[in-house]
Structure formats: structure tokens, C-alpha cells
């Protein structure tokens, strides 16, 4: 069998606007599901967008721009693609400006993070006061206080203070 290369046609002057109003209704309708994806609510649905799809089905849903219900749901597809994507961008943004650093752990939850006193009795149990200066907090919020404070920093700033005088009065 031969073939027999042909030249196109032209394509009908009426088809070719039907087919331009038909890419402009489908833009619009892609940037209409795009905004709906941006409320907190519809975030689930950017797992399952074929969840959402049969729920607007339900509905009785008619798409605003008179696009077919093929053609919607194809917007629909594409907005939750796009959406989708455009998270996972911001995620690997997110992960590259992350960095690790090792931090010295000695006396995380025992040290002050503002007058830097660090004795044993600062912590009891759950909850931390500081001898020196009187700062109250969770022990495990002043311990994270601390390594972030000592992200960074290359020598030890635990520093090692004389307990406070009998004369010593807490804020």
C-alpha cells in the first residue's frame, strides 16, 4: 500500500472561531478551578479531584463559560494538576533554604536562653525557672530555644554561672 502525502486544508473559517472560543471558555474555566483550589477547604480534593468531579456532578453542576461536562472535567483535571504542582515547587523551594547543622545537646533544657545560667535546679520535670533570672517556660521550648541559638555558633555557649545570692530578687 502507498501512501500519498497530501497538503492540509485550510481549516473552515466558522470552525476555526468555534475553536478558539472553545480554548478561551476552557482557559477561563481552568483559572475559575485554579481559584477554587486556593481556599483552605478545597485542599483535600488536590489528592482526589475525581472525588470533587462526582460530587459537582451531583450538584447538577453547568460550567458558567458553557463548556461541555467533558470539557470542564478536563479543566477541572488540568487546575488540580497545576495546583498540585505548583505546591510541590514551593516544597522543594522550602527544602533547599532548610539547612542541618549539629548543635552541642549538654544542658539544653537546663541553661537560660537570656542570662545563659545553667544549673541542674533550673529544671523540675515538665517545666523550667530559671535561678537567675526568673524566666518561666516549658522545658522542652527553652531547650529548643537554646540549640537554635547555638545553630550556628562554633564554640559552646553554655556557660557555667555561680548560683544566684540569698539577696537575688526574681521579676
Request: glycine share 4%; net charge positive.
Amino acid at each position: 500500500m502507498r501512501t500519498v502525502k497530501r497538503k492540509a486544508l485550510p481549516p473552515n473559517a466558522k470552525k476555526q472561531t468555534d475553536l478558539e472560543g472553545l480554548c478561551q471558555a476552557y482557559t477561563r474555566e481552568k483559572q475559575r478551578w485554579l481559584q477554587h483550589f486556593q481556599c483552605w477547604k478545597r485542599q483535600p480534593y488536590l489528592e482526589r479531584p475525581r472525588t470533587l468531579r462526582d460530587e459537582m456532578v451531583k450538584q447538577g453542576y453547568r460550567s458558567p463559560n458553557q463548556l461541555q461536562a467533558r470539557h470542564w472535567k478536563l479543566a477541572l483535571n488540568d487546575a488540580a494538576e497545576t495546583w498540585d504542582k505548583y505546591w510541590q515547587s514551593i516544597f522543594v523551594k522550602v527544602r533547599l533554604k532548610i539547612s542541618h547543622q549539629q548543635v552541642n545537646p549538654a544542658y539544653g533544657s537546663q541553661s537560660c536562653p537570656f542570662c545563659e545560667f545553667v544549673d541542674s535546679r533550673n529544671r523540675k520535670g515538665d517545666r523550667f525557672q530559671c535561678l537567675h533570672c526568673g524566666h518561666e517556660n516549658a522545658s522542652d521550648r527553652i531547650a529548643a530555644q537554646n540549640y537554635a541559638r547555638r545553630f550556628g555558633d562554633p564554640k559552646d555557649r553554655a556557660v557555667y554561672a555561680s548560683p544566684p545570692s540569698k539577696n537575688h530578687s526574681f521579676r
